[in-house]
């Protein structure tokens, strides 16, 4: 476990005595970025979104010997002294025992890349669109298969290369959309869609109401929802726009978000009629709200938790009956925590677990039941890297 100012931090941390464990080496005495990990955007495109930061390296992640696999697969060591399983209370479910690991994988995106957006299909891939890789957004499409590894999908591009955008996937009969982002020449409204099966990506005709990067997205399985934005000079955005993938309808809902934000976390499913819009960046700075959006009430409410500490920049994906957050970007600095919201329980909690170094900027799919998080700005850079986690009881 991790100690602050000699106190050895409990397993089970809630809320603000997680805070060590959040903040990670900054609040321990560590160092931060070139830009101190303040928030400030050391790119300069779009507020809240920088793909570079300073060389401090992050905290150093124990790797047992015994546990680097035949295919150079790292496990995290997890012995019961350093980590137990992570706070999820899934209902209905039998009991989970063992406990919850992260794995740095041997497997890497084919570049170091931040500000992606990431869908997983419905025969096991994800798809990971656009970013920064340090120079022109990215336009190639990756694919990632857990047994296979990930590489650039021949013949698909993006029609507008993008990074900072939201993707959605709606099944085999349209594929994934791309919506907005920042392009090499600024902002867009364009709606991008994947074909992943011919495979080939298309500008279509629609557009966003505005141009805009870093909205938060998802897919009910009925219409893709578009909250929020970064708009540039415009401001930060609190429309949520609907997209029927069926008629290519683009609407402007009447209910907004309670004050105008955009996210690098995002928005995410439940399954069971809710959203959840989780932080991101409103006027003030960032927000550590978590917002409860039912689509079908048009209503939009405080969910009654917060993240520790305001934040942006984490990989999330909802899996059980909990919303998992890696890493990201708090008031403070980068971090390498993994968070469990719990809707059923209005519980936030800081896991025992870390990712293997701060980072922020990345994005997370669940696939076969567990959650894949690809790339990100760490402490010293642009990151490949491809970490799995896996629930308790797997």
Do not use: H
């Not at 137990?84 to 899934?90: A, G, M, Q, T, Y």
Request: charged fraction near 20%.
């Amino acid at each position: 476990m991790r100690t602050c100012q000699g106190q050895t931090l409990s397993a089970r941390v809630v809320g603000v005595l997680g805070l060590c464990l959040l903040v990670g080496a900054a609040a321990c005495g560590g160092g931060g970025g070139a830009d101190g990990d303040t928030g400030k955007d050391a790119g300069g495109d779009v507020a809240g979104f920088d793909a570079t930061v300073g060389d401090v390296e992050g905290p150093d992640v124990q790797v047992s010997p015994d546990a680097v696999g035949p295919g150079g697969d790292a496990e995290v060591e997890v012995t019961p002294e350093v980590v137990r399983e992570v706070l999820v209370e899934v209902a209905d479910e039998p009991e989970l025992v063992g406990p919850a690991s992260l794995t740095l994988l041997g497997f890497k995106l084919p570049e170091p890349v931040a500000g992606i957006a990431a869908v997983a299909d419905d025969d096991g891939a994800a798809y990971i669109f656009g970013g920064d890789a340090g120079g022109a957004p990215v336009a190639e499409v990756v694919r990632f298969v857990p047994d296979e590894g990930a590489e650039i999908v021949a013949g698909a591009v993006l029609p507008q290369p993008v990074k900072a955008a939201s993707a959605i996937w709606t099944g085999d009969a349209y594929g994934a959309f791309v919506f907005g982002g920042m392009t090499a020449a600024g902002m867009t409204d364009a709606i991008q869609n994947c074909d992943l099966t011919s495979p080939f990506c298309t500008l279509l005709d629609v557009k966003l109401p505005s141009k805009r990067a870093l909205t938060a997205a998802f897919f009910d399985g009925l219409y893709a929802y578009v909250l929020g934005g970064n708009m540039g000079q415009a401001g930060l955005s609190d429309q949520i726009v609907r997209f029927d993938p069926d008629t290519a309808e683009v609407k402007v809902l009447p209910e907004k978000l309670p004050t105008p934000r955009a996210s690098r976390i995002g928005a995410v499913w439940s399954g069971d009629g809710m959203a959840f819009f989780l932080g991101g960046l409103i006027a003030g700075g960032k927000t550590g709200e978590i917002l409860e959006y039912d689509p079908t009430a048009g209503t939009v409410v405080d969910s009654g938790m917060d993240l520790p500490l305001p934040m942006d920049g984490g990989a999330y994906a909802w899996l059980g009956a909990a919303v998992m957050v890696f890493g990201g970007e708090t008031t403070l600095s980068t971090t390498d925590s993994v968070l469990v919201v719990s809707p059923n329980t209005v519980e936030v909690t800081v896991s025992d677990l870390k990712l293997p170094s701060a980072r922020r900027g990345g994005a997370a799919v669940v696939l076969n039941s567990n959650i894949y998080i690809f790339g990100g700005t760490g402490l010293n850079g642009l990151l490949d890297e491809i970490v799995r986690y896996r629930p308790p009881g797997d």
